[in-house]
């Protein structure tokens, strides 16, 4: 049975660990909460050791052809756009890579002609001296265009579905390719096929009531588990952040609400990873560490060239898909549009630290290295 089986059957038939998870997600107590919290940091304890894996996202292009309502990279957004040349990615690389990073995630928007296979395989070759992982987060492809891009080094397909709500997902996807649920629906399963051997999920809050949203991540969670067991399974949660176009999530999401999740994954899918990244503020991400999560990002630029400033010489913008050069607006930033807001604006070393005051080894490279030394 096909993961859009599953999904489209979900409120009908949940298996018993699914039940057990949306009990986990339903109105605690402050002291039932508390009680959560502790189960969950045992539970992370116990599978992960006191490490975090740091890793930071280099954006390769702000170009796309698709619109999602809440994201700043939409087509009809008349914002300053650039794909880096594979040097301009090296650069940025090397930067990430002085500054301690060994595992990078390598985000571009869709756009076939700007980011194709080969330019993103050509992308994680030139990075692989630097970096002992690699993860892409791109348009969804077919396994074979992957397996190229697997060949030339990186080990790491992530793909949010964003909701998984098929009418909800039909209402914020107006126009491109991404418009189609289920050829993203099985986008992890294509890769994985393709030698993809950490797959990450996840869903943007904000979108649908979280409750639901959580159910369906994690009936995939389930799934990818059982039909990708070779590969290493991790789950986001982002809420949404203000970005160009300014999109109003229709539901909210609280910071109690976003800990009680984390809880309820961590203690029904013990060795899953969660990823958090710079999105929330600095507090609340040193809050939520213990109570699960196992990667996170840091000192992150949602925007290409943002590390150390290449591609500015290239900005332009695109207008009903064609390239017109910028006028710039009086006091714009002249660099490119970044895709949202991040609220965590330490640098690496300052999260590092913050993460060693609270007892835990920060893992630069990679986790399974580290969690077998002795
Ligand atoms: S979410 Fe992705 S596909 Fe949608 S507009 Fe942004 S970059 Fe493009």
């Known amino acids: 049975m096909s993961f859009a089986q599953v999904l489209d059957n979900l409120p009908l038939k949940k298996s018993p660990l699914l039940r057990r998870f949306e009990e986990l997600l339903a109105p605690k107590s402050d002291v039932a909460l508390e009680a959560l919290g502790q189960e969950a940091h045992a539970v992370t304890l116990k599978n992960f050791g006191r490490t975090m894996r740091l890793f930071a996202p280099l954006y390769l292009s702000n170009e796309c052809i698709n619109n999602c309502s809440y994201c700043g990279f939409s087509r009809d957004n008349p914002i300053l756009r650039v794909t880096l040349t594979v040097e301009q990615v090296v650069a940025e690389g090397r930067h990430l890579a002085q500054e301690g990073f060994r595992h990078v995630l390598l985000v571009a928007g869709e756009h076939p002609k700007f980011v194709s296979e080969n330019y993103l395989a050509d992308c994680v070759r030139a990075l692989a001296p630097e970096f002992s992982s690699i993860s892409i987060e791109v348009a969804p492809m077919e396994s074979e265009q992957y397996a190229g891009i697997v060949e030339a080094g990186a080990e790491g397909l992530v793909v949010y579905q964003e909701t998984y709500d098929r009418e909800a997902y039909a209402q914020l996807h107006t126009a491109g390719p991404k418009?189609?649920?289920?050829?993203?629906?099985?986008?992890?399963?294509?890769?994985?096929?393709?030698?993809?051997?950490?797959?990450?999920?996840?869903?943007?809050?904000?979108?649908?009531?979280?409750?639901?949203?959580?159910?369906?991540?994690?009936?995939?969670?389930?799934?990818?588990?059982?039909?990708?067991?070779?590969?290493?399974?991790?789950?986001?949660?982002?809420?949404?952040?203000?970005?160009?176009?300014?999109?109003?999530?229709?539901?909210?999401?609280?910071?109690?609400?976003?800990?009680?999740?984390?809880?309820?994954?961590?203690?029904?899918?013990?060795?899953?990873?969660?990823?958090?990244?710079?999105?929330?503020?600095?507090?609340?991400?040193?809050?939520?560490?213990?109570?699960?999560?196992?990667?996170?990002?840091?000192?992150?630029?949602?925007?290409?060239?943002?590390?150390?400033?290449?591609?500015?010489?290239?900005?332009?913008?695109?207008?009903?898909?064609?390239?017109?050069?910028?006028?710039?607006?009086?006091?714009?930033?002249?660099?490119?549009?970044?895709?949202?807001?991040?609220?965590?604006?330490?640098?690496?070393?300052?999260?590092?630290?913050?993460?060693?005051?609270?007892?835990?080894?920060?893992?630069?490279?990679?986790?399974?290295?580290?969690?077998v030394s002795p």
């Open 179 to 371: 418009r189609d649920f289920n050829w993203r629906l099985d986008c992890a399963e294509r890769g994985y096929r393709a030698g993809f051997r950490r797959l990450g999920i996840g869903a943007l809050f904000g979108l649908r009531r979280w409750q639901e949203e959580a159910l369906s991540l994690a009936a995939h969670v389930d799934y990818l588990l059982k039909h990708c067991w070779q590969a290493q399974i991790t789950v986001s949660l982002p809420r949404l952040r203000p970005a160009a176009g300014e999109f109003h999530p229709p539901f909210s999401m609280t910071e109690r609400e976003l800990a009680q999740l984390i809880c309820a994954l961590r203690i029904t899918f013990p060795e899953v990873g969660i990823v958090l990244s710079t999105r929330e503020r600095a507090a609340l991400r040193d809050a939520l560490v213990p109570l699960g999560i196992t990667m996170m990002s840091a000192g992150s630029h949602t925007e290409p060239g943002g590390y150390t400033g290449q591609g500015t010489g290239e900005l332009h913008r695109t207008v009903r898909g064609r390239i017109v050069a910028p006028e710039f607006e009086t006091d714009e930033d002249r660099s490119a549009t970044s895709q949202f807001e991040i609220s965590d604006g330490r640098s690496p070393a300052e999260v590092a630290a913050a993460l060693r005051e609270q007892g835990i080894e920060p893992v630069w490279k990679d986790w399974d290295t580290a969690l």
